[in-house]
């Protein structure tokens, strides 16, 4: 899954994913929402001749009535130092309860913006909001074909325990990793176990887990992960946690001030191999994780990821735009010309969104600023399938949908 927000990690330390339905803190991220900020930039720069060099930037932007960004601009620099350039753009969907729905991605081409996705994740929950699935497609020669997916099971305390990685071969999917949760009596992961799938996607062998421990507040502890080897699980690197002294921000909360990683040495000896440090505003805001590998007997700059907010002053309700959109023909035969027809109350930066029926980016067109009054719009790319699909005129920070039918 393409996470909306960056999150860094230790080096060289395979990523666990955290379960779903669980509030569990890692390094580098905030234990606490500040719910009076947004998060606008985050920035990766490396440390080379005793300078930070930028290598990466996320950029999120056109927040909804939630906070919750419609679009992340992803930035990076084909040498390091060099000037930022745009690499891609996601545009995420939610549900009326703020859940991502969908994730769909879009290439630059010489600097240009792509109006084509090329790829999208898309997201199915229960009743009870527990993320069900994220299906994986890629566009292909115009067409939408699945390439993996990922799904999410949960005990009868809505834990989850089990989280099933697919690849899409031929006509059907065929697993290729499962993680498996286990729990204490507080709730608490205590376990996390990675396992891969043998050719025939059907049988599982431990290939690494993770062991947690907590402190007495329930904040993590320590992340020791270990290797299998030789029939039996061995030792390779251990994270020690260490929180800010007393709660910060709004509300206030116990933040992850620094961590320790050690690479196992011998059967039961540790040597230091990294660490990182947080450092927070005023308010509680993370912005700055900065993260350091041991060399010489000391600790040295290698990357740091550099983060702004946004205060939110007021949050009013979005309101709907009243433009009278019609969608000409409707219904109509596949790949015939369709045009847009609506009328501005206002003046206003215009855009044009198709999805499909998985709410999967089909276009995404720009119009430029136009004028209050009547106004008719060719859409620059059309549905070369029949089904049922969802037209958004967006104009400012309104908008206005209507379904159209392709026969």
Do not use: C
């Not at 081409?109 to 069900?132: P, S, V, W």
């Not at 116990?254 to 990683?261: F, P």
């Not at 709410?359 to 009054?373: I, K, M």
Request: charged letters at 15%.
């Amino acid at each position: 899954m393409t996470s909306l927000l960056a999150q860094p990690a230790a080096a060289q330390l395979r990523q666990h994913r955290e379960p779903q339905a669980a509030t569990l803190p890692a390094p580098a991220q905030r234990l606490a929402s500040n719910t009076n900020f947004r998060q606008l930039t985050a920035l990766k720069q490396q440390y080379r001749g005793g300078t930070w060099l930028d290598t990466l930037r996320y950029t999120y932007s056109r927040f909804t009535a939630l906070n919750k960004p419609l679009r992340e601009l992803r930035e990076n620099a084909p040498t390091r130092g060099a000037a930022l350039r745009a690499l891609r753009q996601e545009s995420y969907q939610y549900n009326a309860a703020g859940k991502l729905t969908s994730d769909s991605t879009f290439a630059y081409t010489n600097g240009m913006l792509n109006t084509t996705a090329t790829q999208a994740y898309n997201y199915t929950y229960d009743a009870q909001g527990n993320l069900l699935q994220e299906l994986h497609s890629l566009r292909l020669n115009g067409t939408w074909r699945p390439y993996g997916r990922t799904t999410y099971t949960y005990n009868a305390q809505g834990q989850n325990i089990r989280i099933l990685d697919e690849s899409y071969f031929g006509s059907s999917f065929l697993a290729d990793d499962q993680e498996l949760f286990t729990y204490n009596a507080q709730g608490q992961v205590t376990v996390d176990e990675f396992q891969l799938a043998d050719i025939s996607g059907t049988n599982f062998s431990p290939f690494q887990r993770n062991l947690f421990t907590y402190n007495a507040a329930g904040l993590r502890l320590t992340d020791t992960q270990q290797g299998y080897t030789n029939g039996t699980y061995v030792n390779a690197y251990r994270v020690t946690n260490t929180y800010t002294a007393t709660p910060i921000g709004v509300p206030a909360a116990t933040q992850l001030a620094s961590y320790v990683v050690e690479r196992a040495s011998g059967a039961t000896a540790w040597a230091p191999y990294s660490q990182g440090i947080e450092t927070y505003d005023a308010d509680g805001n993370l912005t700055t994780d900065l993260y350091q590998v041991y060399s010489n007997g000391a600790y040295a700059n290698d990357y740091r990821y550099v983060y702004t907010y946004q205060r939110v002053l007021a949050t009013t309700p979005a309101k709907s735009l009243q433009a009278g959109l019609v969608v000409s023909p409707n219904p109509s035969p596949a790949a015939q010309p369709m045009r847009l027809h609506y009328t501005l109350p206002a003046t206003a930066a215009i855009s044009v969104t198709v999805f499909d029926g998985l709410g999967r980016v089909l276009l995404n067109q720009t119009a430029g600023v136009q004028t209050a009054g009547e106004h008719t719009l060719q859409l620059a790319q059309l549905p070369q399938a029949p089904g049922i699909y969802t037209v958004r005129l967006t104009a400012g920070t309104q908008s206005q949908s209507v379904k159209l039918v392709v026969k």
